[in-house]
């Protein structure tokens, strides 16, 4: 019987515990979009405060990270609007490599992770390598593959990058004021640390239910998503950018 009671209190623990860690932040709305050219320099971005206090997930959970990540955000009607400055003391050792979309990073990347229903079941997830690769993905879902905008600029002390995510490609309540759970992430390959906006202990499994929380997201327009197919021999498919761009 104490044995029993001793593994309900650590499965409770490990419960309570993300729930005392997470993040939380409004986000603001702006009505001018960022030209995404990868510099962030741009006065969407010069406006907004930073998120940067981030912990490390592995090597070691719970420390503060040897390369520093600034995260700034903010959406419009019909795009959320990412920022990450990429900070390395050894700005020569970000590793850039190249590869084909989708497949396993191999370098130093950055991404982003929603959960648009708060309902911590699935997210998404939107990573941009330093090379400026693109990998998306559902995590507790089936395969998918989305159509968003990403584009990377190195700097003398580490790397920039920005992403617009349409909410076309996402799945949204109708409601008025939503609330996402969130995630901000940036691995380091040259030590190997994964660091995180709102605190991901790798103890716990699932780690959609240690997602920050974005708040404040209002009177959103999610746009029908269009599509062209084009029918030739190679049978390619071309898809319009949901934006206009």
């Known amino acids: 019987m104490k044995k029993c009671n001793l593994t309900a209190c650590c499965l409770l623990l490990a419960m309570l515990l993300p729930a005392?860690?997470?993040?939380?932040f409004e986000i603001p709305f702006l009505n001018t979009a960022p030209e995404l050219d990868g510099k962030l320099a741009d006065s969407s971005w010069q406006t907004l405060p930073p998120l940067d206090a981030f912990t490390t997930a592995t090597p070691v959970f719970g420390k503060s990270p040897h390369c520093q990540t600034e995260?700034?955000?903010?959406?419009?009607?019909?795009?959320?609007?990412?920022?990450?400055?990429c900070y390395d003391p050894d700005s020569a050792g970000v590793r850039r490599d190249v590869a084909i979309r989708d497949l396993r990073a191999t370098g130093d990347w950055?991404?982003?992770?929603l959960d648009t229903w708060n309902d911590d079941q699935l997210a998404f997830n939107f990573t941009v390598t330093a090379a400026g690769v693109?990998?998306?993905?559902?995590?507790?879902?089936?395969?998918?593959?989305?159509v968003w905008f990403s584009a990377v600029q190195?700097?003398?002390?580490?790397?920039d990058v920005e992403i617009c995510i349409p909410l076309t490609v996402l799945r949204l309540h109708k409601k008025m004021e939503h609330a996402w759970g969130a995630q901000?992430?940036?691995?380091?390959?040259?030590?190997g640390e994964l660091s995180t906006w709102s605190p991901?202990?790798?103890?716990?499994?699932?780690?959609?239910?240690?997602?920050?929380?974005?708040?404040?997201?209002?009177?959103?327009?999610q746009l029908k998503r269009r599509s062209l197919a084009v029918h030739a021999q190679t049978g390619s498919l071309?898809?319009?950018n949901p934006l206009g761009q």
């Open 110 to 113: 950055f991404q982003v992770s």
């Open 238 to 240: 071309t898809e319009l």
């Open 184 to 191: 901000f992430s940036r691995y380091d390959r040259s030590t």
């Open 134 to 146: 693109q990998l998306d993905d559902r995590q507790g879902g089936s395969g998918w593959d989305a």
């Open 154 to 159: 190195p700097f003398s002390g580490g790397w």
């Open 71 to 85: 995260v700034r955000v903010f959406y419009t009607q019909t795009a959320l609007y990412v920022a990450a400055r």
């Open 20 to 24: 005392q860690t997470q993040k939380s």
């Open 200 to 221: 991901q202990d790798p103890v716990v499994v699932d780690r959609v239910i240690q997602f920050g929380t974005l708040t404040g997201i209002r009177d959103i327009v």
